[in-house]
């Protein structure tokens, strides 16, 4: 059984079961997602969250497609729900028994008697588009499979409580046509066989959300049931059904998951032409994550630039965010050999570039927001390992305009008091009431962690993008010396961060209350970044101190555990949550750089490949095939938060590959 898999034991276990999510994504920042045992748990779950302004304006169209299965005189229900009050009806998770990914399709077997049936859901890419199968794989007899599909329409973030809403439903013999409201685009379903089965549309109210309830949120919501499929199906056939985002032609089932599964082949053969002889050597959970890449690129076309491309930050609730896209892009698109993409997104993020500033999130209503300082300069880190990878001048050229700027604006000051300090050369960053760091929780108008001040993996980054920059100018025939004596000044001014006492870096320099002592992970980027601000005594006692104090096998811990504030357990309301992100949980992403540094230190690359391998588990732990955003800071360091996060997966991908290519 690899870690994509579950079996039949862990699959008639619903407390397992239910807690193991699934995600299928359609490139446009719509998606799929629900528990392999099949009952809707968050509000984020459902068939068909279709993006309507990729890669936003997403909104859940069908929450799911219930089989019952008629065989040798005995109806079996495959379906599992919750409903408030406690009730679990029906039960289908009793007939599941092996849950697996094929590429990045799930695949659930059900067992009723001696039949068995496979279902798998997928999304056509570029189209709000969601199928969903049932393959007789084996049985006696023919089986008559009837497919009851359900509707909303809703805001991703919201809950739907119906009231007295009707929809206007229309089963057709091809299909069930469902407008929500006047106006509005419908749903539209069709099945590649079989026939529609005229049903009165009925609500069913008070479906039971567990996890919004741990949440502290609303968690309950009602979904309309709107008709029926309907057919015969023999063993060795299937029948498939396909919900849309406005009108359905008829289509091939067969013909939509060999689609599919040529994209995923696509990927997969990418990064082996990529990775070359690395690949044969591969570790399983590799292949994998670069099919759990593809699931966080997304178009962001528009007028101005069709081709645009940007990065979800996590699903199911992120958008795309700038520093998560800039951070995320090595691993995603150069790891896994698709330099295009890291091409469109990095021209992309170059015409969104504002008073130096990179935005820091794209809400649902599209709106760029600037309130962050590492954004801009984790872009230049990506544009130079792209133009490592590539060599390419002509991209290099066009955005180095967007490059100089950044450099420009930080050195002279821009928003929210971003600005080089003249008296040592290090940039500050910082005002009441505003996080701009990657620790960046805020709870009404509390700060969490506000750093303000020099923060020391903001500034090894300055010092990473001046240099870089120095690079980018000389490959140009631009006068590079501006950028040069600028990075020596602030390598020269690194020495203050050190911290004699406690053998480790500052966290921030010069904040409102002085020198910030805290042991957190930040330093680490001192060492994993490619510039030299400390000896290579300090840092391998950075990675001596990180090893000791916050690695777990989840990733990095935010905070040191003898720290009085550290939390080690991340759950409550939206407020305990919060106050404990950045204050003990543990960061997938995190692992990457400290892998990285570990090798650079050690240079022992079996060591650091098992501390990757630790790392992957997380395969297994949240949404099967994919990695998660956060761990309890606490063993068993339970996955928490986002369970399908970019930078987590970009991070393992990224290390893998700078260790093979350095081994």
């Not at 497919?147 to 909303?152: I, Q, W």
Request: glycine content about 8%; some cysteine.
């Amino acid at each position: 059984m690899t870690t994509c898999e579950l079996d039949r034991a862990l699959c008639g276990e619903l407390a397992v079961s239910q807690a193991r999510e699934w995600l299928v994504t359609n490139g446009l920042g719509g998606f799929a997602a629900g528990t392999v045992a099949g009952p809707l748990t968050r509000r984020y779950h459902g068939l068909l969250f279709a993006a309507r302004t990729p890669p936003v304006g997403r909104v859940l169209l069908c929450p799911k497609i219930d089989a019952e299965i008629a065989y040798d005189g005995t109806t079996y229900a495959l379906a599992t729900d919750l409903w408030r009050g406690g009730a679990v009806a029906p039960q289908g998770y009793r007939y599941l028994t092996g849950f697996r990914r094929e590429g990045s399709v799930p695949v659930w077997t059900f067992t009723c008697a001696d039949a068995r049936i496979e279902r798998r859901v997928w999304m056509e890419h570029g189209v709000n588009r969601t199928y969903v199968e049932h393959r007789v794989v084996s049985a006696r007899a023919p089986l008559h499979v009837t497919l009851r599909v359900f509707v909303n329409d809703r805001d991703l973030h919201a809950l739907t409580h119906a009231g007295d809403w009707t929809m206007q439903v229309d089963a057709t013999p091809d299909g069930i046509r469902v407008v929500p409201h006047d106006g509005n685009a419908p749903i539209v379903l069709r099945a590649d066989r079989g026939s529609v089965v005229a049903e009165t549309p009925v609500w069913y109210r008070d479906f039971d959300y567990p996890l919004e309830r741990e949440r502290g949120l609303d968690d309950a919501e009602d979904h309309l049931r709107a008709g029926a499929f309907d057919a015969v199906v023999a063993p060795g056939e299937a029948i498939t059904v396909a919900v849309a985002d406005g009108e359905l032609e008829p289509f091939d089932g067969a013909s939509a998951l060999a689609r599919r599964r040529a994209r995923d082949d696509e990927l997969v053969a990418s990064w082996r032409t990529s990775a070359g002889k690395r690949a044969a050597s591969a570790p399983d959970w590799v292949v994998p994550l670069v099919l759990a890449a593809d699931q966080f690129v997304v178009s962001r076309a528009r007028a101005d630039d069709p081709d645009g491309r940007s990065v979800i930050a996590g699903y199911p609730w992120f958008a795309d965010w700038g520093r998560d896209t800039a951070i995320a892009l090595p691993g995603l698109a150069l790891a896994t050999g698709r330099t295009d993409v890291a091409r469109a997104v990095l021209r992309t993020f170059a015409r969104f570039v504002d008073r130096g500033m990179l935005p820091n999130t794209f809400p649902e209503d599209g709106a760029a927001q600037y309130n962050t300082v590492d954004a801009a300069l984790w872009y230049v880190h990506a544009v130079r390992r792209y133009f490592d990878a590539t060599r390419d001048g002509w991209v290099l050229a066009e955005i180095y305009p967007a490059l100089r700027n950044i450099v420009t604006a930080y050195t002279s000051g821009t928003r929210f008091g971003i600005r080089v300090d003249p008296a040592d050369g290090l940039l500050r960053a910082g005002e009441t009431g505003v996080q701009l760091t990657w620790m960046d929780a805020k709870v009404g108008d509390w700060v969490v962690t506000p750093r303000i001040g020099k923060p020391v993996e903001v500034n090894a980054l300055w010092i990473a993008a001046l240099r870089a920059c120095e690079g980018f100018a000389t490959t140009l025939g631009h006068d590079p010396l501006p950028f040069a004596s600028a990075a020596r000044r602030a390598e020269t001014s690194f020495e203050r961060f050190w911290n004699a006492q406690r053998g480790c870096c500052y966290d921030v320099l010069d904040g409102p209350d002085g020198d910030d002592a805290t042991v957190r992970p930040n330093q680490i980027f001192a060492v994993a970044l490619p510039v030299d601000v400390l000896d290579a005594a300090r840092r391998r006692t950075i990675v001596e101190l990180c090893a000791a104090r916050l690695w777990t096998p989840a990733g990095l811990r935010s905070l040191d555990p003898r720290d009085p504030r550290y939390t080690g357990h991340y759950g409550g309301d939206q407020t305990a949550r919060d106050a404990a992100y950045h204050q003990g949980t543990v960061w997938t992403w995190l692992a990457g750089p400290f892998v990285q540094a570990h090798r650079r230190v050690y240079g022992d690359g079996a060591a650091s490949a098992a501390l990757l391998d630790a790392c992957a588990t997380g395969l297994s732990a949240d949404a099967l095939g994919t990695l998660g955003e956060i761990a309890d800071g606490d063993a068993p360091f339970a996955a928490r938060g986002a369970f399908a996060q970019a930078w987590s997966v970009a991070a393992l991908l990224d290390a893998w590959l700078q260790g093979a290519t350095a081994s």
